[in-house]
């Protein structure tokens, strides 16, 4: 796997045809970095201390690779243990799905893990399933080539020390064949090669032609607690994984 503290360089692509949609939906404990996650992906951008997600947001993107080009229609859940009931109606007929856990706070790897086990029960059968540890940019150990990274602010505390041996979530991710990274939204590391590597796994035969019917924008049927920040994925930001 390449490494990079930024944005990875994109790759030229042999796909032809309309794009594939993929409906993504992101899982995991609030406060992990899952919104900004999918906005260093979609907007190429990072904000300090968001406020939580209500409900769910809602984002697309393009990404090209070799053979083909996947536009992601992506569920951002809310974290919130209130809205946990919503869930199943997000990631009912996902074909993907991005469970992240905080890679400084042990307890929410078992969340994570919590997730996993309600996917394999109850999403798709073949829904593809990506275990990722956020945060990176608090570890202090080194990551592939790149120098150690100390905390962003003050002495070293518990709070942003590791707390989540990478051997460990990668040996639970290969026992329940999840796809596994770790990544910092902060910094881009590993966020495009994360959305790459899920559009690589899915077969072709489970994705439909943009415009067709589908994923479809609203699986809830609900107009309350939904925050829709949709971005246009025919932008100057699309993403050539």
Known sequence: MSSSSGIEAPATSNSTGKPKQVKL???GESAVGKSSLVLR???RDYVENREPTIGAAFLTQ???TDDRTIKFEIWDTAGQERFHSLAPMYYRNSQAAIVVYDITKASTLDKAK???KELQRQ???DIV???VGNKLDLAKDVV???EEEEAAVGESTEENERQVPKEDAQAYA???GLLFFETSAKSAYNVDTLFAAIAKKIPLENMHSSGSRGTGRNPTGLNHGVNLMQQSSNNSSSCAC
């Open 41 to 43: 992906f979609v907007n």
């Open 25 to 27: 939906v992101l899982l």
């Open 174 to 176: 290969d026992e329940a």
């Open 114 to 116: 919590s997730w996993v």
């Open 62 to 64: 393009k990404c090209a």
């Open 144 to 146: 592939e080539g790149q």
């Open 129 to 131: 399933i990506a275990l």
């Open 123 to 125: 999403a798709n059968t």
